[in-house]
């Protein structure tokens, strides 16, 4: 079986991903996980298997342009967690984070 056989793939086809959801569950999932485990780089991976995973579909529905918008959106949203749990508390700065990276997967890429 070639990698590229999407006919054998186990994962579903990159279009019919909802790509909102698997942004939420990858950045509440991985801070999720990095909190109750105590391991940063568990969290981590769930956060990089889930941005892999959105940005196949990415890619497949959308443009390059708004691939990386989307993916710097999701990468944006991680790296903004973290000061603004400083001022609102890590969950409010959690969902907050997530609300913004699953809309904007949301209009860019699933309604299309």
């Known amino acids: ?3 590229c ?3 054998k793939s186990p994962f579903k086809p990159a279009k019919d991903v909802n790509t909102a959801s698997v942004v939420a ?3 509440v ?3 999720l996980t990095a909190r109750e485990t105590g391991i940063r780089p568990l969290g981590g991976v769930i956060l990089a298997a889930a941005g892999i995973y959105a940005g196949r579909s990415w890619a497949k529905k959308t ?4 691939t990386a918008a989307l993916i710097g959106t999701y990468v944006g949203a991680f790296g903004l ?5 400083k001022k609102i508390g890590a969950w409010p700065a959690v969902i907050a984070v ?7 997967a949301c209009v860019l890429s699933d309604l299309k």
Not at 98 to 104: L, Q
């Open 81 to 85: 967690s973290h000061p603004l749990a």
């Open 29 to 31: 999932g991985g801070w």
């Open 5 to 7: 056989d999407s006919s």
């Open 63 to 66: 443009n390059i342009p708004t």
């Open 1 to 3: 079986m070639s990698i």
């Open 25 to 27: 569950t990858g950045l």
């Open 98 to 104: 997530t609300g913004v990276a699953s809309g904007a």
